[in-house]
């Protein structure tokens, strides 16, 4: 028998959605994909600390909380609890890996099937349509929910990686207001809208926000650009590119060179946000579902999760290049499991 739901991805669409198919009695099969160097389980929330703005997870005793609701045997999985406390007690925000295992969890706890395994390519040529795994045979299924989202791009440099949550990040919305931002000077790489959208909404908590673009003019649209060089908060830096980061336990500056001058110098800054774009995780489908001009995969319906190939349906930062935030894309596998489970009845499929 095909499967009636898979899901193929584990970050906040992909666990929304099999929890939603799981209630209405799809019985979902979910491959959460492996361990690669850029994506790992869970999603890109796991690569994060604390998140502040996901919904319902006000500071707290989180971690009493999540020891009572993940399954022990994941407990390992955990990160430790950060050091903030009131009154002796455990007082912080939620961290990334918390809320992933608490939705995974909640998808568990409606006997959601969950596999290990990367999917490799499907075949959408005849239904029931295929989802194939590297490793196992391939599975036969009538829907299937493409959540596999997108990842940040960065530059590359070691030190980059090593201030991860440290002061480098790819998301101003994210992680802009934390305290270790507030009244700071932070940095901004890149020239696109992105860039210009991240720099704009530091300059509400920053002291000053450098825009660091290895151009001489900015590649975002002009309503965007001027909206940048008309921010007095914002200097830029021009044909500039970042060689280093530098700092102690957190960042405290980068290095830069200048590539028509080839001059080095140093930026003391207490932030650096990477403004350089994301690649959607589409590689697998061998183009065989659409996807736009920066890789995205295209919604055939922008209100709903339908793509061009029936009982195919797609959520999360995978189609969407504007929010990119976890409770977004967890409203966008809601969407995509109803869009599936009125598809099934539509064909007669219980
Ligand atoms: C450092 C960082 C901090 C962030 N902080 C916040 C924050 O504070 N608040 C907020 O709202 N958002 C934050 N975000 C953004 C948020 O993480 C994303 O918007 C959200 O995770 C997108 O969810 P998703 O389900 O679409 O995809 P993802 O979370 O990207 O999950 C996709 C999953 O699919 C899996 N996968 C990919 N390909 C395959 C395949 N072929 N087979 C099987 N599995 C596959 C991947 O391994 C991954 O687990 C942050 C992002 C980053 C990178």
Known sequence: MPEKVVIIGSGPAGWSAAIYAARANLDPLVFEGTVKPEMIPLGQLAFTTEVENYPGFPFG??????ESAVDKDRHWNLPPAPDHKRDGVYHYAVQGVELMELMKQQALNFDTRVIGDDIVDIDVSSRPYKVIPASG?????????????ARANYLGLPSEEEYKNKGVSACA?????LPIYRSKPLAVVGGGDSAVEEATYLTKFASKVYMIHRRDELRASKIMADRALNNKKIEMVWDS??????????????????????????LAVNGLFIAIG????????????????????ILEDLYRSTTKIEGCFAAGDV???TYRQAITAAG????ASIDAERWLADQGIE
């Not at 919305?173 to 207001?177: F, I, R, S, W, Y």
């Not at 994301?278 to 995969?297: A, E, M, R, S």
């Not at 966008?332 to 969407?335: E, I, L, T, V």
């Open 61 to 66: 005793n989180v971690r009493a909380f999540i």
């Open 137 to 149: 045979d391939p599975v036969e299924t009538h829907t299937i929910i493409v959540a596999t989202g």
């Open 173 to 177: 919305v994210c992680d802009g207001a």
């Open 241 to 266: 590119e970042v060689t280093d980061v530098i700092g102690d336990d957190v960042i405290t500056g980068v290095k830069i060179q200048n590539n028509k001058t080839n001059e080095d110098s140093e």
């Open 278 to 297: 994301h690649t959607p995780i589409t590689g697998f489908l061998n183009g065989q579902l659409d996807t736009d001009d920066k890789g995205y995969l």
């Open 319 to 321: 189609v969407d290049s």
């Open 332 to 335: 966008m596998g809601c969407k």
